[in-house]
Every structure is written in structure tokens, then in C-alpha cells.
């Protein structure tokens, strides 16, 4: 199983102290600080477990068209003129804790710019999570300028980017991780697109689901 980059500060120190939990009671040996120390390693043996499951970046087989920047249900799709991309369909996703919480991009480009805002943490299910803490990506891609923008929630308090103004990049590839569930939104010019196909309440994956095609 692959593990996501970032993710070793968080697996780190419950594997430590599951070692250390576990030499105590290797040295103690039975009687009632023996238990402790067995109920200790076993507590932080399954967190660490936990932990390394929530962080799995599994491989994939990329997707036709416009495909899911992140796993989650959609949340949201709305016509609207963003200051940034024009005349545009936003697609917001939901990232629950279970999720797989890797982004990917969702269409070959090029990074132009990558802007962290600070902000809330409001639940990402709510409107006024809009104003929470952000990375706003754009990307001039073979439709036209799209924008991702990875939202922190209550829980998800650390947006890292794998990414850096200037990459060249394939669909697919990893742009960064949310920890701890939150929201995507992708913002598609309309002129570049042919159909938007998925619908409010669809749970997809990122690089695999195809969210849209292109026009010709």
C-alpha cells in the first residue's frame, strides 16, 4: 500500500509509542502496569493502523475525458462567472474521513499559479465554508484556464501541495493532499465543455471518475 507524501509527522508518533509501549511491557512483564502497558500498545497499534489506512494514495488507472480531482460525493454544480475563469461550471466534492485524500489533477496543464489564503474552519458542507482556509491552483490547460481550489474544514487544517508554479503536468497526477476530509471545487470553462456528466449526490474518484467531456 502506498502511503501519501506528508503524512510521516502523523504516522510517526503513534508508531513510536506503540514501540515504546511495547519494549515497557516486553520489560515489565505481567501483573497490573503490565495490562496498562499491553492496553497502551494496543491503543496505539490500531491508531497507527487507522492512520496509515486514511493516508493510502493507492495507484489508478487514469480516466477518459475530464476526470474527479478527489474522492468524495459531489456536492454541488453550478453555472457561474468566476472572476478568474469567465463563464464557467464549478463542481464541488465532498471528502469524507474514509476517503482516499490525494488530489489529482483533473486534465493535462500547466500550474500558472498556486495562492494559499487563510481563513475559517467552517464544516466544508456548509456555504459560509467558502471563506475557510484555501489553495487556490490555476492551470492553462487545451480548454482554456481551469482553477482547483482545495478548502480546509473543521477537522481538515493542513492543505500540502505536491505541486509548484511552472510544473507541466499529465491528468492523474498528484497534486496534493487535504488531511483529514474537506472539500475540492474545480472551476471548467464552459466554452471547453462538450457535457457535464455526473449529477448532485454522484461519489467519484479522483483521476478515475470522468466528471466531463470535452468539446472537440
Not at 519494549?23 to 496505539?44: M, Q, R, Y
Not at 474521513?97 to 474552519?121: A, K, M, Q
Request: aromatic share 10%.
Amino acid at each position: 500500500m502506498n502511503i501519501a507524501k506528508g503524512s510521516k509527522y502523523f504516522i510517526l508518533p503513534s508508531f513510536s509509542s506503540f514501540i515504546l509501549f511495547l519494549i515497557l511491557l516486553i520489560l515489565i512483564g505481567e501483573g497490573v502496569i503490565g495490562s496498562i502497558f499491553l492496553l497502551l500498545a494496543f491503543f496505539t497499534f490500531l491508531i497507527t493502523i487507522l492512520i496509515i489506512i486514511f493516508f493510502r494514495d493507492p495507484e489508478r488507472e487514469v480516466g477518459k475525458g475530464i476526470v474527479a480531482c478527489a474522492d468524495g460525493k459531489i456536492r454541488e454544480i453550478i453555472k457561474l462567472a468566476d472572476k478568474d475563469i469567465k463563464d464557467c461550471t464549478r463542481v464541488s466534492t465532498f471528502m469524507n474521513l474514509y476517503n482516499v485524500h490525494v488530489n489529482r489533477l483533473p486534465i493535462d496543464g500547466t500550474v500558472r499559479s498556486i495562492i494559499h489564503t487563510s481563513g475559517f474552519h467552517f464544516p466544508a458542507f456548509l456555504k459560509k465554508s467558502d471563506k475557510n482556509e484555501k489553495v487556490i491552483i490555476t492551470l492553462e490547460t487545451k480548454i482554456g484556464k481551469i482553477k482547483i481550489v482545495q478548502i480546509a474544514g473543521t477537522l481538515a487544517r493542513r492543505i500540502f501541495p505536491y505541486i509548484q508554479k511552472g510544473n507541466t503536468l499529465k491528468k492523474g497526477d498528484r497534486i496534493g493532499i487535504i488531511r483529514f476530509g474537506s472539500r475540492v471545487d474545480i472551476y471548467l470553462p464552459s466554452k471547453g465543455l462538450k457535457k457535464i456528466l455526473i449529477k448532485k449526490g454522484d461519489i467519484v474518484k479522483a483521476g478515475v471518475s470522468t466528471i466531463a467531456e470535452i468539446n472537440d
